[in-house]
Every structure is written in structure tokens, then in C-alpha cells.
């Protein structure tokens, strides 16, 4: 997992890991009203928070109902409305290719992985997971709730062949689409982890969602690809050692 920290020097990067997955659990689409909108239930399905659903029992909605006049019977009452919240699916994209071996990139990754499995355990996130190495990009998970049992598959985790990165992405992009048809309330983000070394001139797919681009590019002769890749796909960028 890197180099130790010297004598009286405090590492960081678990808390940066720490950070970056909130971060990345927090990725939000942006608001089309403006910066100054002030926030409301959503009315909508796919609202933050979720198509009301008239109440037919339950707690009385008071004042609605004085506002009415005195109430004389039951059909008078106006029950509190309910909201159905949508659940977060969380698709984590990892560049497990050989290159990711060089200066324990991949090593570094996996912790930040960690920690965002935990989050997504404890928010009761969906999660799916999709590996790029070899010669092709291989489904782990495809939106189940996330469990405690990912720790075993991350600790078995290494690094191997090609970069089948921009196969993943088109992947990803065609299973989503297929999903939101199904989920159309389902509120999707995608986390992509790699260091960036994939094939030059090829255009990588736009995720109709919020997406965080997390570069493990590492060594003292860094490309840089990682943010261009993050510019073609639409995502926001970050680099592993960033906080």
C-alpha cells in the first residue's frame, strides 16, 4: 500500500481515502433552476425525493385539515403524504489492467475502494461492479445491495493483462440505459478507477449520469491521460493522492 511515513510524519491517506469516498457518494446531477433555487420535494419520479403518494391512513396532517374547516368525519382528515425515496445504484468501473501494478497504484485504489464499499453498505446503496483487464471488460456485481462480502472479493483483487477500459464504459453505458427503464425513480452514479493508459484517438462513451473519474497514475513519468479520459466521458476528476 505505498511507502510508510517517516519518523514524525502523520500519513494521510486514509483520511484522503476517506474524503474522496464521500466525495464520490455525494456527486449530485446539478440543479437546472440556478445556483439560487431554493430546495423542494421533488414531483417527479426521479425527484430527490420521490413522487408523493397520497396517504389514506396514518398521521393526521393537522393544520391542512383545520385549514379546511372542523373536521366532522373521516373523509374530512388529510393524512400526512408519504414519499417513495429513490434508491442510489452505484456503478464502480476498475481499471485492474498490468499497468495498474507499476508504483502500487492498483494497491492504493483497492483502499479507497474499501472505504466506499462501506458507505454504500451502510447507505443500503445498490451497487454494481464491473472490472476492465484481460481482454475483456467482466461483470462482478450488477445491482445488488451492497454487502460485507466485497471485502473478500477486493483482497483477492490483482492486476493483469490489456485495458479493456473503453469496452467497460460502452458496457456500462448500455446497461444503464437498459436499467433506467426498469428503475426509472433509480438515482445512478458511476466511479471510474484507473490511471489512464488506454489506446490514444478512441472516444469514450457519455454516461447519461453523474460520474467521478478517480486517477491512480503513479511514478516519477506520469501521461496525464487520466483527465483527458475524464473530459471525454463528461466526469468530474480526481486524483487518488488529492483530498
Known sequence: MGRPAGPGVTDRRPARRAELAKKALGIRPRSAAGANARPRAGRLDHG?????????????????TL?????????????????????????VIVDASASTRRHHALSDGKGLLAQLFDDAYRQRACLALLTASGTAPNWQVQGLRASAGLRDWLDSLGAGGGTPLLAALNEAGRWLTARRKRYPAEQQRVLVMTDGRVKEGLSPPLLDCPCLLIDIERGPIRLGRG??????????YRHIDQA
Do not use: I, M, T, Y
Open 227 to 236: 483527465r483527458q479520459l475524464a473530459l471525454g466521458l463528461g466526469a468530474e
Open 67 to 91: 385549514l379546511k374547516g372542523r373536521p366532522r368525519r373521516r373523509e374530512d382528515l388529510l393524512f400526512q403524504a408519504r414519499h417513495r425515496s429513490p434508491h442510489e445504484l452505484w456503478l
Open 48 to 64: 430527490r425525493q420521490g413522487r408523493s403518494k397520497a396517504a389514506a391512513s396514518g398521521a393526521v396532517n393537522w393544520p391542512a
